[in-house]
């Protein structure tokens, strides 16, 4: 159900502005998300939220911020850690977080957020490949 105008949507994943552009990692519980995230954040992103995410269509483009508290990152068998992060940004690419076998040579796939359509990949987040794969997904799709 899409999210009434000016009313954030409420939906489990994580978000990161990785090499000035966001990023929506989604994927079911224990798929990886925040083990990609904290990759990523090791390779100089940003954390904008993690396990909640709010969503916003502003001007066709989709916005994303942490419902409070802010700043919060769970690494499971760690903890809780309070990380400075950023208090939103602008989402450019969907990242699906699963296990499962892709297609050899996937069909280009869009999702639809808030009624702004974006590109999406999915991505194994195990995968030594997988910041690689979404960084030419990034340049691919011409965002980055």
């Given at each position: 159900?899409?999210?009434?105008?000016?009313?954030?949507?409420?939906?489990?994943?994580?978000?990161?502005?990785?090499?000035?552009?966001?990023?929506?990692?989604?994927?079911?519980?224990?798929?990886?998300?925040?083990?990609?995230v904290l990759r990523l954040l090791?390779?100089?992103?940003?954390?904008?939220?993690?396990?909640?995410?709010?969503?916003?269509?502003?001007?066709?483009?989709?916005?994303?911020?942490?419902?409070?508290?802010?700043?919060?990152?769970?690494?499971?068998?760690?903890?809780?850690?309070?990380?400075?992060?950023?208090?939103?940004?602008?989402?450019?690419?969907?990242?699906?977080?699963?296990?499962?076998?892709?297609?050899?040579?996937?069909?280009?796939?869009?999702?639809?957020?808030?009624?702004?359509?974006?590109?999406?990949?999915?991505?194994?987040?195990?995968?030594?490949?997988?910041?690689?794969?979404?960084?030419?997904?990034?340049?691919?799709?011409?965002?980055?």
């Open positions: 159900m899409p999210a009434a105008a000016g009313r954030p949507l409420r939906r489990h994943g994580c978000c990161v502005l990785w090499r000035g552009r966001g990023l929506f990692i989604r994927g079911r519980s224990g798929a990886g998300k925040s083990a990609l090791a390779h100089g992103a940003w954390l904008v939220a993690d396990d909640l995410v709010e969503l916003r269509a502003v001007d066709g483009c989709l916005h994303a911020c942490a419902p409070s508290p802010r700043g919060h990152l769970e690494v499971r068998g760690l903890g809780l850690f309070r990380l400075v992060g950023l208090a939103g940004c602008r989402i450019h690419l969907v990242v699906e977080v699963s296990a499962a076998r892709r297609a050899r040579l996937p069909e280009p796939r869009e999702a639809s957020i808030c009624g702004v359509p974006l590109p999406e990949v999915t991505i194994d987040a195990a995968s030594p490949t997988a910041l690689a794969r979404i960084e030419l997904a990034l340049f691919a799709m011409r965002v980055l």
